[in-house]
């Protein structure tokens, strides 16, 4: 292949302890050029149906986006993907930082790891080599000990390493007795760009423009914990287990106090000017360390306003367990305020959890509960599973507790203050997800930056939060579109229009000087779209259909307190809004899986038949 991409995908058997390069046709690259998209052909195409989330049959691929490791903000992202041990169905991940560049450094778009080890390995790259070696004595070491002792004894302290702790999607990885993978490489980006120039000038564009666009300023200053105040204003801040959408105890835990109390350091990603990344150091009455990055909104809220908690300190120690145990902080924070419910409700009891009071306020338990998660100790033991798992376990009314989707846990956003968030967490392929499309407010105000940066989506016309029209459907269609491409490119969310600072144009012309293309940006939706498709065909042959893309029962009942008070998400027009956006896919309303017609439009008939 030629420039932006050397096709290259480094195939790991740990069964047979092989290793073995395959070159990707520049053709199939074009229609899957990385990331999600990548990820999902792989899997689709070559996992069985019906395999062992946790066994050996099952595929982990990572998957470097397009655009991955080029020298300009947000372009940082890989995807990991596999069949997922949470939910049944397709699964997968995004991350950004330094490990993803630098195993495109190393000349690999991507890796696919099979089979299972007969003892804990690791895998070691450097640019063309690759070897798997043993890891016993790095089995069961927290992160910061595991990484440290890899670049120790490989002699190179810049090693990038992707590692397990005790939970996580890196189940399917440590199901296979894979503990981490480091890599260092020696090819930069610009190296294989086709127009260099191009690329090297907008990461110059880019640097002065984050200080001058309010959006990616504002990230760089707060960070994401700078949403929690507003989001408590508008009524859609969840709070007690998504009672309700306002919490009495903000001002405790908003920016401002989370700035005074625990702020350290803004750190970035590889090549980001935004510094979005909070660090926080704790020394009194918890102990956190610098090394696991600060609580971003989502945990603020998780462990805070969900759990009806107002301490930070408690707070920044929960989000640190779950880095330090590499577990997902939204999914753990909302399985504590699950089992807090359950407790207040009687369902479970002082037996249950070893004597601990597990109640909304009560900051000790939650952080004793976060560490009983990670190592499934007593009532933890359950709680790892997830709510949906739990609240089956458990009996009675728990279900109307859990929140979640397809098994997944609902993100801190809550869908009744912008309604298109609702059919994102019903309809992604993951379970609920925040990033699937773009939130309400988007399209609220015409003469907001971010409604200005979605017009060449070929959006027009502003559209309240609330408003559940066809028009809103066919819009969110195309946005959804836009971030699938997003996460097949590799850029990060806090990148492209219309969340932040980086134009369509820009994007579009940036992919295009990378691989020497000439993509339109019709083409790139198109990309966008043939995956998400491939996700659906996914879990349609795992046994998907309508009634999996629901949404907790909760959301159909009022909020109890804040701006949104009595309002509740509609149910009524939440199964129109679902059948229309069914229709304007191009998939079968009453199943929701993709008609053999939209396929074949799209370039991949041969997936029809698998389902």
């Known amino acids: 292949m030629r420039y932006g991409h050397t096709g290259k995908v480094l195939r790991v058997d740990l069964t047979r302890g092989t290793i073995a390069t395959q070159v990707l046709d520049e053709e199939l690259y074009r229609m899957y050029p990385g990331g999600k998209a990548l990820a999902a052909y792989l899997l689709l195409s070559e996992l069985p149906k019906g395999v062992d989330p946790l066994g050996p049959e099952n595929m982990l691929v990572l998957s470097n986006g397009l655009l991955t490791g ?37 000349g690999y778009e991507a890796i696919v790891i099979t089979g299972r080890a007969a003892s804990p390995v690791y895998l070691w790259i450097k640019d063309d080599h690759a070897e798997i070696r043993p890891a016993d004595h790095l089995w069961g070491r927290e992160p910061e000990e595991a990484q440290a002792t890899i670049r120790a004894e490989l002699g190179d302290k810049l090693i990038r390493v992707l590692q397990i702790g005790l939970g996580g999607m890196g189940a399917v990885m440590g199901s296979k007795n894979l503990k981490g993978i480091a890599v260092r490489g020696s090819t930069k980006y610009l190296e294989n760009a086709a127009e260099p120039s191009v690329i090297a000038d907008l990461g110059k564009t880019l640097a002065k423009r984050v200080k001058e666009n309010p959006l990616s300023w504002d990230l760089q200053v707060k960070g994401t914990p700078g949403l929690t105040a507003g989001l408590n204003a508008s009524g859609i801040l969840p709070t007690r287990n998504f009672r309700a959408g306002a919490f009495e105890g903000v001002d405790n835990i908003r920016w401002e106090q989370y700035e005074s109390q625990l702020l350290s350091a803004r750190r970035s990603c590889y090549a980001c000017a935004v510094r979005c990344k909070r ?51 939204i999914s753990c924070a909302s399985v504590v305020s699950f089992a807090m419910e359950c407790y207040e409700h009687e369902l479970i009891g002082p037996e249950q959890t070893g004597g601990l009071e597990l109640r909304f306020g009560n900051a000790e338990a939650m952080v004793r509960c976060v560490e009983m998660i990670a190592r499934r100790e007593g009532i933890g033991d359950l709680l790892a599973e997830g709510a949906k798992r739990a609240a089956a376990a458990i009996g009675g009314d728990a279900h109307f507790f859990a929140m979640q989707v397809k098994g997944q846990e ?70 959804e579109h836009w971030n699938n491409f997003g996460k097949t490119n ?23 000087a990378a691989a020497g293309w000439d993509l339109s940006l019709e083409e790139m939706l198109r990309i966008g779209e043939r995956a998400n498709n491939l996700t659906r065909v996914f879990n349609a042959r795992e046994g998907f259909t309508r009634k999996d893309d629901t949404l907790p029962e909760r959301l159909f009942t009022p909020l109890e307190a804040g701006a949104l008070q009595g309002v509740s998400y509609p149910r009524d027009e939440f199964e129109r809004a679902l059948s229309d956006l069914y229709e304007i896919k191009g998939w079968d309303v009453e199943s929701g899986v993709p008609t053999r017609e939209k396929l074949r439009e799209l370039g991949i008939e041969w997936a029809a038949d698998l389902i």
Not at 75 to 88: D, N, Q, V
């Open 279 to 329: 660090e926080v150091k704790v020394d009194d009455r918890y102990q956190v360390s610098d090394n696991y990055g600060g609580p971003e909104y989502e945990a603020v809220s998780g462990f805070g306003s969900n759990c009806g908690i107002d301490d930070l300190q408690a707070i920044a120690k929960a989000n640190e367990l779950c880095g330090r145990y590499t577990m997902d902080a």
């Open 410 to 479: 609902l993100p801190m956003h809550d869908p009744r203050g912008k309604v298109g968030v609702g059919l994102s967490y019903a309809t992604s392929e993951t379970g609920a997800e925040h990033l699937t499309a773009f939130h309400d407010a988007v399209l609220a105000n015409p003469d907001s930056l971010q409604f200005k940066g979605v017009v060449p989506l070929g959006i027009s016309e502003p559209l309240p939060p609330r408003d559940f029209s066809r028009r809103k459907v066919e819009y969110y269609t195309v946005m």
């Open 490 to 512: 590799g850029l990060c969310y806090f990148g492209p229009a219309p969340r932040s600072f980086i134009a369509i144009e820009e994007v579009v012309d940036a992919v295009n």
């Open 70 to 106: 080029a020298p300009f903000s947000t372009a940082t992202r890989f995807t990991a993907a596999a069949k997922s041990p949470l939910t049944g169905g397709y699964g997968e991940s995004e991350a950004g930082g330094f490990w993803g560049p630098e195993l495109k450094m190393a």
